[in-house]
C-alpha cells in the first residue's frame, strides 16, 4: 500500500509518499520562507498564492523522487485543518482532483494527528502509552496517547504557542523569520543563565502554558540589556521556553501511567530541548522518541502515514471536504 500526502496548512507545500511499512519513497517541501521574511511573519494572502504556484511541481518531483507511478497510489491524503483556510483549499482541492482523476479513495486528515504520525512512522517501537508534546508555530499541547490510540489532550496554551514565542522574540532580536533555529543554535554558544526568567505556573496544578508573559518579560530584556550579546539573550530565552515545557510534561509524568514520551512538531526539531527532554527522560527512566528534523517540521509524509492510521478505523473523505481553521487534535 502507498500512500500520498499532500500539506498546505501553513507556508511549507510539502508531498510525501510513504509505504505503509514506514518507509518514505520521496518528500519534497518548497519552502515560503523567503516569501514572508520581509513581513516578519507568515501573510496568509501571500501563503496561498504561493502555494498554488507550488503545488503541482511539488507533486510531480515527488514523483520523479519516488520513481514510482500514480497508478501503483492506494489513497490520497491531505491535511483539512487546523491552520489558514487559503492554504488548507490548495491543498484539499488538489487531492480532490487527484483523487477523482485517478480513482483512488481520498482521507482528509487533521494536520495535528499528522505531526502524531511522524512519531510512529519514525519510531515504531514507542511503548505506548506514550506522553508527550507537540510544539509548533501555531500549537503547544500536552497529549497523552492511549494503547487503543485514543489520544488526550492533557493542557494546551492559553496564549501564544512555543514556536510563535521564539519567532516573536528572534523578531525584535533582529533575527530573520522563522527565528526558532537559528535561536535553537544560540543556545548552544551564549550563556543560558545571563538571564533568569522567571517559570510561569499556572493555578491547581493545570498542565495548560502560558507564554505571553515571558515573551513581554524576553523583549523588554532585549531593551533593557543593549550591552548583552544576542547569543547571552537568545540562549537564557530558549532555556526559559523549555523550562516551561519541561515543568508541564513533568506533572504529567507524575499524573499519568506514560511507558514513553515522544515531542513532535517544528520545534521539537530544536537540539536543545531534545537534550533536554532526553535528560528529562532517563531521571524518570523513561525513553524518549523524537522524529528527525524533516519529520518534525510540517511534511507531507506525516500527512501520507497518518492516511494509513485513519484507514484503520475506516476513515474515508468525500469531494465535499472542507478546510477547517480550527481543529481540536482529539478530532479525527
Ligand atoms: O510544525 P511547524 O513546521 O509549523 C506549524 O505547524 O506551526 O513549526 C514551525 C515552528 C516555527 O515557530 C519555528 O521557529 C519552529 O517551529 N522551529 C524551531 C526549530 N525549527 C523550527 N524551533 C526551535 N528550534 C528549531 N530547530
Ligand atoms: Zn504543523
New binding site residues.
Given amino acids: 500500500m502507498i500512500s500520498l500526502g499532500i500539506e498546505t496548512?501553513?507556508d511549507?507545500t510539502s508531498v510525501g509518499i510513504v509505504d505503509q511499512s514506514g518507509k518514505i519513497l520521496a518528500q519534497i517541501r518548497a519552502s515560503q520562507d523567503r516569501v514572508h521574511q520581509v513581513w516578519g511573519g507568515i501573510v496568509p494572502e501571500l501563503a496561498s498564492r504561493a502555494h498554488l504556484e507550488n503545488i503541482l511541481p511539488v507533486v510531480d518531483m515527488a514523483f520523479r523522487e519516488s520513481m514510482i507511478h500514480p497508478d501503483d497510489v492506494d489513497i490520497i491524503t491531505c491535511a483539512y485543518g487546523p491552520g489558514l483556510v487559503g492554504s488548507l483549499l490548495v491543498g484539499i482541492e488538489t487531492a480532490k482532483a487527484l483523487s477523482l482523476a485517478w480513482n483512488k479513495p481520498l482521507i482528509g486528515v487533521n494536520?495535528l494527528r499528522g505531526?502524531l504520525a511522524a512519531v510512529m512512522l519514525a519510531c515504531p517501537e514507542m511503548a505506548m502509552p506514550s506522553l508527550g508534546l507537540l510544539v509548533?508555530?501555531?500549537?503547544s499541547e500536552v497529549i497523552y496517547i492511549e494503547p487503543d490510540s485514543t489520544v488526550k489532550m492533557l493542557g494546551e496554551t492559553r496564549d501564544d504557542?512555543a514556536?510563535?514565542t521564539?519567532?516573536k522574540f528572534g523578531r525584535v532580536l533582529g533575527l530573520t523569520y522563522?527565528?526558532?533555529?537559528e535561536?535553537?543554535r544560540m543556545t548552544f554558544i551564549g550563556d543560558q543563565n545571563a538571564i533568569q526568567f522567571p517559570v510561569t505556573k499556572l493555578k491547581d496544578g493545570s498542565m495548560d502554558f502560558s507564554f505571553s508573559g515571558l515573551k513581554t518579560a524576553g523583549v523588554r530584556a532585549i531593551e533593557k540589556h543593549p550591552e548583552m550579546s544576542k547569543e547571552d539573550l537568545a540562549s537564557s530565552f530558549m532555556k526559559a521556553v523549555v523550562d516551561q515545557l519541561l515543568d508541564r510534561l513533568l506533572l504529567a509524568i507524575e499524573k499519568t501511567e506514560a511507558k514513553s514520551i515522544f515531542i513532535v512538531?517544528?520545534?521539537a526539531?530544536?537540539?536543545?530541548?531534545k537534550e533536554r527532554v532526553t535528560k528529562l527522560g532517563d531521571s524518570v527512566g523513561l525513553p524518549v522518541f523524537v522524529p528527525p528534523?524533516s519529520l518534525?517540521?510540517?511534511n507531507g509524509s506525516m500527512i501520507a502515514y497518518c492516511g494509513f492510521l485513519y484507514q484503520q478505523f475506516g476513515r474515508k473523505s468525500g469531494l465535499d471536504l472542507q478546510p477547517q481553521s480550527r481543529l481540536p487534535i482529539t478530532a479525527m
Fill in positions: 496548512s501553513c511549507d494536520h505531526h509548533s508555530g501555531g500549537h504557542a514556536g510563535e521564539l519567532d522563522p527565528a526558532g533555529p535561536i535553537d512538531g517544528g520545534v526539531s530544536s537540539a536543545y530541548l528534523p518534525c517540521t510540517d
